[in-house]
């Protein structure tokens, strides 16, 4: 017969070594994540299989074009997520997860070598501040890359929510990019 005592020790033990292993897996305990991350798109990026999305920002979609200081249009999604990817270069990403979105995805803030990558995509003028969750969080940074001229801050552009509000409005790629509303 098994005491009381020691059953109790063999499920402490047990669950030690569960927390243990999500910790090592990646997977989310009291809300922090940590791993290698591979790059869905701009705002979206995924840890050992958890799809994670950026807090406070928006990046344009894969499928969304601007323009550059020429007018010539560039797939600026394609380009938030390829810079994204390289400024990573394959180090280890914490976050800190926030909440989860619609979709089921972890809404975190990240970073990489203590860098925030939310705040590192709006410097860069890959993606905007999104005033409606960040509270301003990343206007200074934003502000920062329309006077230096960064990013989708040299030509035009169609803020990443007004772009997928015409999509689901059964708009195409090119017309919706080149909305009226666009910054020029």
């Not at 402490?12 to 994540?33: D, N, P, Q, T, Y």
């Not at 894969?62 to 999604?77: A, E, I, K, N, V």
């Not at 905007?128 to 035009?156: F, H, I, T």
Request: charged share 20%; with cysteine; net charge negative.
């Amino acid at each position: 017969m098994t005491s009381v005592t020691g059953t109790r020790a063999k499920a402490g033990v047990g669950l030690l070594a569960s927390l243990v292993l999500l910790a090592m897996s990646g997977v989310a305990v009291r809300g922090e994540l940590a791993g290698r991350a591979s790059i869905v798109d701009g705002d979206t990026l995924e840890i050992h299989g958890l799809r994670i999305r950026l807090w406070g920002i928006d990046a344009p979609e894969g499928s969304q074009l601007c323009r550059g200081d020429d007018s010539t249009p560039y797939r600026c999604g394609t380009k938030a997520a390829n810079d994204l990817d390289a400024f990573i270069a394959e180090r280890p990403i914490v976050c800190t997860q926030l909440s989860q979105d619609q979709y089921e995805r972890a809404v975190a803030r990240c970073s990489v070598a203590g860098i925030d990558l939310g705040e590192w995509l709006v410097r860069n003028g890959l993606a905007l501040d999104w005033p409606q969750y960040s509270k301003g969080r990343y206007a200074a940074a934003q502000r920062e890359a329309d006077q230096a001229g960064r990013g989708m801050w040299v030509g035009s552009y169609v803020e990443p929510w007004l772009y997928r509000a015409c999509i689901r409005a059964m708009g195409t790629p090119a017309g919706c990019s080149d909305d009226a509303n666009a910054h020029p």
